[in-house]
Nanobody, 123 residues
Framework: QVQLVESGGGSVQAGESLRLSCESSGNILRFNIMGWYRQAPGNQRELVASITSRGVVVYADSVKGRFTISRDATKNMLYLQMNSLKPEDTAVYYC?????????????????WGQGTQVTVSS
């Protein structure tokens, strides 16, 4: 099982920026998809941004134009640059990595999660 460790969270004012980092214990190009999720108190965990092994990127509508997901395969790192932060971005942010294994007729997905990092945005 791969280990994912997030860092970079903190408390900021609205309009400021943060950069989250996720270090993988394994080669990140082995994952079919990696992403950032977040969970606010009382809410379900939601996708913030994801990137496939081929570099296809998806963003939640609420963060488009403000957040940027990127990776550095040479360092096995995933990043989330968060600009123009809003109070509604306050949540615990989790790094995720999915890898499909097994034969085509019986493929299964291994999900890996980090421990989460708190982001708090005050108005």
């Amino acid at each position: 099982q791969v280990q994912l460790v997030e860092s970079g969270g903190g408390s900021v004012q609205a309009g400021e920026s943060l950069r989250l980092s996720c270090e993988s214990s394994g080669n990140i190009l082995r994952f079919n998809i990696m992403g950032w999720y977040r969970q606010a108190p009382g809410n379900q965990r939601e996708l913030v941004a994801s990137i496939t092994s081929r570099g296809v990127v998806v963003y939640a509508d609420s963060v488009k134009g403000r957040f940027t997901i990127s990776r550095d395969a040479t360092k096995n790192m995933l990043y989330l640059q968060m600009n123009s932060l809003k109070p509604e971005d306050t949540a615990v942010y989790y790094c995720n990595a999915d890898r499909e294994v097994g034969p085509v007729e019986a493929v299964r997905t291994i999900h890996s999660w980090g421990q989460g990092t708190q982001v708090t945005v005050s108005s």
